[in-house]
């Protein structure tokens, strides 16, 4: 039985990839929602998670990755451009989300089943949390985990070995849920916690074997019924 859930945000709770489609509409003449895909898929987790997994959080980086991969020269003004884009949408995550249309009433009938809810982020944990309670007036997180606080990435599962301790939840009665394999799937399986890969986008199972997830949902709602069937 599911006593305990950490809940991603971003991608997971949050819109980022809308709010990123959006903003980097018509960046080096990209749709943003190509330019977008290209940065998460053959950058980000491509590259980043499988080769400098220590410049996890390095836009410039990700930029000269990117030009590379779109076989462009490195333009220093439009990484700039392409950086700050990112910077505001990791305020925006804070300060002005957009939720999934699924996520609020999945929060809400988590509560209802009595369950302990703790958000597990990478950044800007503390905020995000408030943003949520300020907007509707319900406090669904009994804590908040982020990498700063943790002191490790979010990618090793020292996170969530530290998240545990604090909470003091027993592995086999908690559950990681959220959107990106490598960081809510890989390193929470590694410590014995059940594991929910919340699959918008339709993408394809990772053919990694230590990042597949005991369940795949496209959506909260269907997480939660999950976690509630959970023995
Ligand atoms: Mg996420």
Same mark, same amino acid.
């Given at each position: 039985m599911i006593r305990t859930v950490l809940m991603d945000y971003d991608s997971t709770i949050h819109d980022m990839d809308g709010v990123m489609e959006r903003s980097l509409e @018509?960046?080096? @003449?990209?749709s943003g929602e190509e330019l977008y895909r290209i940065w998460v898929y053959d950058v980000h987790r491509a590259l980043i998670h499988t080769r400098y997994l220590e410049r996890h959080d390095d836009a410039m980086f990700h930029c000269r990755l990117l030009f590379d991969q779109l076989r462009l020269p490195f333009d220093q003004k439009a990484a700039e451009e392409i950086c700050a884009k990112f910077d505001e949408a990791k305020t925006k995550a804070q300060e002005d989300p957009i939720y999934y249309p699924d996520a609020i009433p999945a929060l809400d009938s988590l509560r209802e089943m009595g369950l302990n809810i703790c958000l597990s982020t990478g950044f800007g944990a503390e905020a995000k949390a408030k943003t949520l309670e300020r907007r509707t007036g319900k406090r669904y997180f009994t804590e908040t985990f982020s990498e700063t606080r943790l002191g490790v990435w979010k990618t090793e599962p020292e996170y969530y070995r530290k998240a545990l301790s604090i909470l003091g939840a027993k592995t086999s009665e908690t559950v990681s849920v959220g959107d990106t394999p490598l960081s809510d799937i890989r390193p929470a399986k590694l410590v014995g916690i059940w594991t929910i890969w919340v699959n918008r986008n339709m993408e394809e199972k990772p053919s990694s074997p230590d990042q597949q997830p005991d369940y795949e949902t496209r959506n909260l709602r269907e997480a939660a019924r999950i976690i509630k069937g959970i023995d």
């Open positions: @018509g960046v080096l @003449g990209y």
